[in-house]
């Protein structure tokens, strides 16, 4: 079946520093999408990604999905300490379950003010 | 304004005792899904409906059912819950299947708690 691999697990960062963050699959997905997760609440939309190549900012927040369809990042400039929480990439690929979300493990953010 | 609406927020129940958590969506979507969410756990989708269409994944447990009387109200059971069930359940919507219209919104979510 189709597995998603995110990196890193963790990262513990000082305030102002850049983030970069990556999921990789196994196969090719149609869709990627970025969620944030912080504590006791649901996963929140980030990015969305739709096409092969495309390059998408929301703030200081940047998302690529990759050329390859199978791999996709996300980057945070210049982190505050709000960006403290979990970010989960998640993936739809051709011909799977139906609206069935493949979801990378998540990368818990920690940010030193 | 919330879209997908999460009640409650947290609970708390017995060993054995059925319980029921409950979605609503102001956004008339179309897919309703029921999502098990364990501590540094990314969520594991339970089932989901489309409209009325029931659609369960092959390892969900028996204990767990689900109930959608209508467009904006989805419901789980949980029939006797263990002390492994204690999670976080999240609701998610969508338009339909494909994403490239619109992505799932997640709710906030119900941490469920067994004594």
């Known amino acids: 079946g189709q597995q998603l691999n995110q990196s890193p697990q963790s990262m513990f960062i000082q305030e102002g520093e850049d983030v970069s963050m990556n999921c990789t699959s196994s196969s090719i997905f149609n869709t990627w999408l970025w969620y944030k997760q912080e504590p006791g609440e649901g996963p929140v939309l980030l990015i969305a990604l739709y096409k092969a190549g495309e390059l998408t900012s929301n703030g200081r927040l940047t998302a690529q999905f990759g050329i390859t369809r199978k791999d996709s990042f996300l980057n945070i400039s210049a982190s505050i300490p709000s960006d403290v929480g979990i970010y989960f990439c998640?993936?739809?690929?051709?011909?799977?379950?139906?609206?069935?979300?493949?979801f990378g493990k998540g990368t818990k953010l920690s940010v030193k003010p | 304004d919330a879209m997908v609406i999460q009640n409650p927020r947290y609970q708390v129940t017995q060993f054995g005792k059925p319980v029921t958590l409950s979605c609503s969506q102001t956004l008339n979507h179309n897919v309703m899904y029921w999502y098990q969410q364990k501590s540094s756990q990314a969520p594991k989708l339970l089932f989901h409906y489309y409209d009325k269409d029931f659609n369960n994944e092959a390892d969900t447990p028996d204990n767990f059912q689900s109930r959608r009387p209508n467009t904006s109200f989805c419901f789980l059971d949980i029939r006797s819950p263990g002390l492994g069930d204690a999670a976080m359940y999240l609701c998610?919507?969508?338009?339909?299947?494909?994403?490239?219209?619109?992505?799932?919104?997640f709710g906030d979510g119900t941490r469920l708690s067994i004594l």
């Open positions: 998610a919507t969508s338009r339909d299947f494909d994403f490239s219209n619109q992505p799932q919104h």
């Open positions: 998640a993936g739809q690929g051709y011909g799977g379950s139906q609206g069935n979300l493949i």
